[in-house]
């Protein structure tokens, strides 16, 4: 079984900062891209960042420059550093992997269960 477990969300205020961790445990022979996505409220999810084994990182246009994306490969884990929040960031934020488990013949997207991120004053 593979897993991946989010931790970081909660309450802020516009222009606060969070920071979202997201660690993955299991069956894991191989990890490769990982990422955040977000839903809010009657919207459909959408990519947030995402970046490779080789830590080459992309952004959703609208947290550039304000959100960073980062990796530890020796842990497993992903980090998302949110910085100048705005109201419009509140959503669940969700990660995302691509993995191979062990005994596995391709890679497999897997999910953490969301962490709920509210931004209001």
């Known amino acids: 079984q593979v897993q991946l477990v989010e931790s970081g969300g909660g309450l802020v205020q516009p222009g606060g900062s969070l920071r979202l961790s997201c660690a993955a445990s299991g069956s894991i022979f191989r990890l490769n891209a990982m990422g955040w996505y977000r839903q809010a409220p009657g919207k459909q999810r959408e990519l947030v960042a995402a970046i490779t084994t080789g830590g080459t990182s992309n952004y959703a246009d609208s947290v550039k420059g304000r959100f960073t994306i980062s990796r530890d490969s020796a842990k497993k884990t992903v980090y998302l550093q949110m910085n100048s929040l705005k109201s419009e960031d509140t959503a669940v934020y969700y990660c995302?992997?691509?993995?191979?488990?062990?005994?596995?013949?391709?890679?497999?997207?897997?999910w953490g269960q969301g962490t709920q991120v509210t931004v209001s004053s």
């Open positions: 995302n992997a691509a993995i191979l488990p062990y005994g596995g013949s391709h890679y497999g997207d897997y």
